[in-house]
């Protein structure tokens, strides 16, 4: 086992809890997760009562999923840019008036199924607003040692509401009708705001300007794209999200048409499905201390796909509520592993567009899986719609062997510490373009193992926002290699050379390592220039135009 699974494995779960800020906010967000739960039990069973359409309820679940694929990247820019403590109250406080609104508009009897719609639209899009504040401001809540620790405690603090929210939420239902369970939703969102006004977070110290919105958007996509760890976690969430869509899918219909009962039965197996999701949370530690995050999600896949298929064969709740309650148990561990590889993979500049990237991923393969298997339900019925997405769970098992999850590494993506050069000529944030060429010497016995080296360069210069970068050799002179790439403006030159963290100056070291010159590698700052004729001057030939084409600032 690495040192980092062992980092992990003493770090208790409950440790987080003894930081007062986390403590807080978390019992805050529980409370919200119930109000939350009742209205979502109360529109997905209201969406029963107003349609007889299989795919319309599966819609339900659609809708609030789909805004996480729509608008995370740009919540995650969003988080990554502003203070997450006021992004977090702004989304909570929309989702506050949506809520009161749904309240009223279904009071005085407008509802129908696609207004239902376009408000848990809504409701979605202020979830997807605050995910990526709120799961990165965990790491700025808790030590890293913690981090695990407390997105467990999340995942878990989230079902237990799933546990006993939903039952109550039918209960609501039962006795007073929907209208009340999206009042009772309204209220819950108060304390968090409460919480969260009250909370002060350490300022981080911001040296550069804030990027606009686009680049930090085109920022966070390419370093996803460029780090294989995060890349593999993401294509393993959709896969996952797309299988296991159905159960909750399907959980409404289930209810009503297969157990024929009403909305205390929905209630009594979400809360089912909870109690798994709760347990699983609990086993979180227990199993990472002893096996590899791809077994876990295989293990949280089988656990799917046996739910699936014994609540698609069940028509009694005694056989139904252990097969929903299996089904969360693997929910809730896949979803907190890849959560947590996530955030274990990514530098705090860029954590919460990396989660957000995540959270589309897993979220669009909920809201597709959920629409076909709504689908399916229509033509074929809600327990063929389940026994489907039981083979379709599967196929995730088997993506593991092509595309296993990374395993724990101690990785060290603290910042590391850059000066800005001086240049003895002029430049501004926005100078530009810049050229940087770096010049190494490398004997010839070492030229395998230094184009080994400078593949993985590439690949961090390229994630960290070069460009065009190339590695030439001098055709003269053997042993002489030039790095060189190209950044738009020196700002730019600034913040790629800000992102290196401690883990890639291993890269560095193994660099300067094969370098046999007689002093450091020698880099050459330059900024491009266009070539003209002044007013009054001559046309001169390109020899007597070899005056500086580049303004160069050289360091050794």
């Not at 494995?9 to 986390?22: E, T």
């Not at 530098?347 to 399916?376: D, E, K, N």
């Amino acid at each position: 086992m690495s040192a980092h699974s062992e980092t992990i494995a003493d770090a208790a779960p409950s440790a987080p809890l003894s930081i007062p800020v986390f403590r807080a906010v978390w019992i805050a967000s529980m409370a919200s997760n119930f109000g939350g739960l009742i209205q979502s039990v109360g529109a997905s069973w209201l969406m029963t009562s107003l349609t007889p359409s299989s795919q319309m309820v599966a819609l339900v679940q659609a809708s609030t999923a789909l805004p996480i694929l729509l608008l995370s990247l740009w919540s995650g820019a969003v988080a990554d840019n502003l203070d997450r403590k006021q992004v977090m109250l702004g989304a909570q406080a929309f989702m506050l008036l949506v809520s009161i609104s749904l309240a009223i508009v279904t009071y005085v009897g407008w509802i129908t199924p696609w207004v239902l719609l376009v408000f848990t639209f809504l409701i979605g899009c202020g979830a997807a607003m605050n995910g990526p504040a709120w799961q990165a401001s965990v790491g700025d809540m808790v030590p890293r040692a913690a981090l695990p620790g407390a997105v467990a405690l999340n995942s878990m603090g989230f079902n237990i509401a799933r546990s006993v929210g939903p039952a109550i939420g039918g209960a609501i239902v039962a006795v007073a009708g929907a209208a009340v369970a999206f009042v009772v939703n309204a209220l819950s969102y108060v304390g968090l705001i409460a919480v969260l006004a009250r909370w002060k977070p350490a300022r981080r110290e911001r040296v550069l300007p804030r990027e606009t919105l686009g680049h930090a958007m085109i920022a966070g996509i390419r370093y996803v794209r460029l780090s294989p760890d995060i890349r593999t976690v993401l294509l393993r969430a959709l896969l996952f999200g797309f299988g296991a869509s159905a159960v909750p899918a399907m959980m409404p219909l289930v209810a009503r048409d297969v157990i024929v009962g009403n909305s205390l039965t929905y209630g009594v197996l979400l809360g089912a499905f909870g109690i798994g999701a709760v347990v699983g949370g609990l086993l979180v530690r227990w199993l990472r201390a002893r096996m590899t995050v791809e077994t876990i999600v295989r293990a949280a896949a089988a656990a799917l796909v046996i739910g699936s298929a014994v609540t698609g064969l069940s028509d009694t709740m005694w056989l139904t509520i252990p097969a929903l309650a299996l089904a969360g148990g693997g929910w809730v561990l896949a979803l907190s592993t890849f959560n947590v590889t996530v955030q274990l993979s990514a530098p705090r500049w860029v954590v919460a567009r990396a989660l957000s990237l995540y959270q589309m991923a897993a979220f669009g393969g909920l809201a597709s899986g959920a629409i076909l298997f709504g689908a399916v339900a229509d033509a074929q019925g809600v327990q063929v719609a389940l026994l489907i997405a039981a083979p379709v769970q599967a196929l995730t098992i088997l993506a593991g062997f092509v595309f296993p999850l990374p395993a724990a590494r101690d990785l060290n993506l603290a910042l590391r510490e850059w000066e800005e050069p001086e240049t003895a000529v002029s430049v501004d944030e926005r100078s530009g373009p810049i050229v940087v060429t770096i010049e190494y010497r490398i004997a010839p016995g070492d030229i395998p193992r230094f184009l080994n080296v400078m593949h993985e360069r590439r690949r961090i210069r390229r994630r960290d926002g070069a460009r065009h970068w190339t590695l030439l050799r001098d055709l003269g002179e053997p042993e002489s290699w030039v790095e060189r790439y190209h950044v738009a403006t020196w700002l730019d030159y600034v913040r790629h050379n800000q992102r290196r963290t401690y883990d890639d100056a291993q890269n560095t070291r193994d660099i300067v390592a094969l370098h046999i010159g007689p002093a450091k590698p020698v880099v050459h700052r330059m900024i491009e220039r266009q070539t003209s004729t002044l007013p009054g001057m001559r046309d001169t030939s390109p020899r007597e135009l070899a005056d500086p084409m580049t303004d160069t600032a050289r360091q050794s």
